[in-house]
């Protein structure tokens, strides 16, 4: 079974850390770009980060370039989304999504040309 599991959100005060996961499992994770979104409520699902399946390529967005960092272990078949000095409005649900690699040209910034979406996991960030 194709899937891909989130963990390691939860609540933390601002300016905190937290480190999210997404273990694929059923499939090679080597063939696949991932990408990172969040959802906070009553807002649309926006893209925060993403990594080639070779890990050559990453993106930010705006609003968390140089506080987040993705990563990736294919040996593991796991991706990696490290976040630091969390503010209030990066309160949100998180889920990780594949997108299997058509021509190398980087991690897909939309998210259209993902495919399986983990269930998400809560980032709470408050005081």
């Known amino acids: 079974q194709v899937q891909l599991v989130e963990s390691g959100g939860g609540l933390v005060q601002p300016g905190g850390s937290l480190r999210l996961s997404c273990k694929a499992s059923g499939f090679p994770l080597d063939y696949y770009d991932i990408g990172w979104f969040r959802q906070a409520p009553g807002k649309e699902r926006e893209g925060v980060s993403c990594i080639s399946s070779n890990g050559f390529d990453t993106y930010y967005s705006d609003s968390v370039k140089g506080r987040f960092t993705i990563s990736r272990d294919n040996a593991k078949n796991m991706v990696y989304l490290q976040m630091n000095s969390l503010k209030p409005e990066d309160t949100a649900v998180y889920y990780c999504?594949?997108?299997?690699?058509?021509?190398?040209?980087?991690?897909?910034?939309?998210?259209?040309?993902?495919?399986?979406w983990g269930q998400g996991t809560q980032v709470t960030v408050a005081s």
């Open positions: 999504a594949d997108a299997f690699v058509e021509d190398g040209s980087g991690c897909p910034r939309g998210e259209l040309q993902y495919d399986t």
